[in-house]
């Protein structure tokens, strides 16, 4: 494993690519700075030397001196200041632009994507992992800038000074390189183990606190807290060991870099006694050597930033190396729609080896009601998920008018369903601005009247700020039939021409759901319907039932119907009527 990915650090300089200015800018401030920080020990060395001895010192040589010392220490922290800005926003911005494409990119992964990953990890990849690459950027271009500049710099200045004392630092140096890149490749691998175990970890704690209410009604504390130590435990050795492994950088560095000091401090001095250097000189040569190794130490501390941002920009760009929906952007769009449904020999399975749907066949008109009912499994959630497209078909063919919803923009296509699930969900907002999601352009009397219409306005009005009242994430301060009540409404606002009702009315109250059955059997006149339900007798209204199991369609026809067969449909609405034996 090669201590940093250079793939991944190529694409990380392409996001900095539009903020080259800052780039060139800090670049130039870090030279300037730098060398005006080389140019001091000059100084001083020149200063040193006209202190002779007691009663012995020329301060008309030494005071132009200071005042020269005194303007480059002004200049080089004012380049040092514009640098540091400089580096600070090309890292801010280029962590900004990462974070934006990361969100965009989620939204553009197929829906299998989303379902197939935890979803606290995918936060964390948004989060924890762009904050790392962030800190690794910020301190690591910094360092990068100042440490070459540095090494380069002082290597000029001490080569002026004396050729015979740079060679040995030059000489030295390689091994202070090869034991920073010895302990770097071992502990790159750490803390990619670490990103990944640090998300697994995030998936878990979000999975857990977002069911606390399960959790502690099926009394699996216990349980939770004993997968969560595990994983944390697994986190703690590999954060240890890879911490272990880079702290051993900076230390082992700085022992090279002392026999480089002493090397210098001894060769100086026989040096000075020979008269080959003066006093002066052989400060200021101490003082390159200290600096010249200095950026050695600094790189090497900040090894750990670094490698944990490759581990986390590794994963961050996994995510954007996802495949992408198809591009639709040439394809039909659905304008106006009468609702006539065709599903013709229609397969399909979540894996090649599990098939779910296959055979699929059914034409459904304008303005018809159909209710899917089976057994939990049977496929009735699947089959509204490609009617919407949120999966493709693996076989046969979806027609909405005579057009393939596969020829057709998946927004338009999408615009034209009405969609209320039976896990609702509500985002921090007003009531009014949940209510008016699908629209956000409704007047308050059209808000008004679309809770009117799902029958929400009364408990609205009780609320402490009535349409005003701010909801907390995921709709916590009310009550799961109340969210399915703002959601009722938040369709019947948006007015669609089809209408996909899953569960919807699982969470309300008998009255209450006997109401919404009135307002959805108005909602639905003259719309196609598709209603899956588990109550049955939410479904007697329907124009057609389609009995599924394993993915087929074994029964269909009316309530009466189907009742008069005795099938599998009978025996189904029997046993939710038939008192338990």
């Known amino acids: 494993m090669k201590a940093f990915d250079m ?103 197929p829906l299998k994507f989303i379902d197939s990953n935890a979803h606290g990890d995918l936060m964390s990849r948004v989060t924890v992992d762009i904050e790392q690459i962030s800190d690794g950027l910020l301190q ?20 002026s000074v004396d050729p015979i004392i740079t060679l040995v630092v030059v000489l030295v140096t390689p091994l202070s390189l090869f034991v920073a890149s010895f302990i770097a490749k071992r502990s790159y691998n750490m803390f990619r183990i670490q990103s990944q175990t640090r998300g697994e970890l995030g998936g878990y704690v979000e999975e857990i606190i977002g069911n606390q209410k399960l959790v502690k009604t099926f009394c699996y504390e216990d ?10 435990s697994r986190l703690y050795d590999c954060g240890v060991k890879a911490q272990f492994y880079s702290s051993l950088t900076n230390p082992c560095t700085r022992f090279v870099n002392g026999i480089v000091y002493a090397l210098v401090g001894i060769i100086g001095a026989l040096s000075a006694v020979s008269g080959r250097l003066s ?62 449904v065709d599903i013709e020999n229609v397969s399909f399975s979540y894996s090649p080896k599990t098939p779910l749907i296959e055979n699929f066949n059914l034409n459904v008109k304008s303005g018809s009601r159909i209710a899917i009912v089976g057994p939990t499994g049977c496929g009735k959630t699947t089959f509204i998920n490609l009617l ?21 923009t998946r927004q338009s296509l999408r615009s034209k369903y009405g969609m209320v699930l039976q896990e609702s969900w509500l985002f921090s907002g007003t009531v009014r601005e949940n209510i008016a999601y699908g629209k956000p352009d409704a007047t308050d009397d059209e808000i008004i009247a679309a809770a009117k219409s799902a029958h929400a306005h009364s408990f609205i009005k009780r609320l402490p700020d009535g349409y005003d009242t701010v909801i907390t994430e995921a709709g916590a301060n009310l009550s799961q039939g109340q969210r399915q009540l703002l959601c009722i409404a938040r369709v019947m606002l948006v007015d669609p021409p089809m209408l996909i009702l899953d569960e919807a009315t699982s969470s309300i109250d008998t009255m209450t759901e006997i109401r919404i059955q009135r307002a959805f059997t108005k909602m639905m006149e003259g719309r196609t319907s598709f209603i899956v339900a588990h109550r049955l007798s939410t479904i007697k209204e329907a124009d057609l039932i389609l009995v599924m199991n394993a993915g087929k369609i074994i029964e269909q026809g009316t309530h009466e ?21």
């Open 223 to 232: 349980r939770a807290q004993k997968s969560f130590e595990e994983i944390n």
């Open 7 to 109: 793939a991944v650090v190529k694409r990380l300089l392409k996001y900095t690519r539009p903020y080259t200015f800052f780039l060139v800018t800090a670049l130039v401030s870090s030279v300037i700075y730098i060398s005006l920080t080389l140019l001091a020990p000059v100084l001083i060395g020149n200063a040193i030397d006209y202190i002779i001895g007691p009663q012995n010192v020329f301060f008309d040589k030494i005071l132009p001196i200071l005042i020269y010392l005194l303007f480059t220490v002004i200049g080089a922290s004012l380049f040092q200041w514009v640098m540091s800005y400089c580096t600070n926003t090309l890292a801010y911005r280029t962590i900004k632009d990462m974070r934006t494409d990361v969100f965009n990119k989620l939204s553009r992964t």
């Open 561 to 581: 119907e189907l009742l008069k067969k005795g099938g599998f449909y009978a025996n189904l609405y029997q046993s939710q009527f038939m008192p338990a034996e």
């Open 140 to 159: 690591g271009f910094t360092q990068l800038f100042t440490g070459v500049v540095t090494i380069v710099g002082t290597l000029l200045f001490m080569l």
């Open 388 to 408: 919407m497209r949120f999966y493709d078909v693996t076989g046969g063919a979806i027609s909405i008018d005579g057009h393939k919803i596969t020829d057709i």
């Open 279 to 340: 006093v002066g000189e052989i400060s200021c040569f101490l003082t390159y050597a200290n600096q010249y190794t200095k950026p050695f130490n600094e790189i090497s501390g900040v090894v750990t930033e670094l490698q944990s941002a490759f581990a986390s920009a590794a994963r961050v760009f996994k995510v954007l190396d996802e495949p992408e929906e198809t591009d639709d952007s040439n394809l039909y769009k659905l304008k106006e729609c009468e609702g006539n």
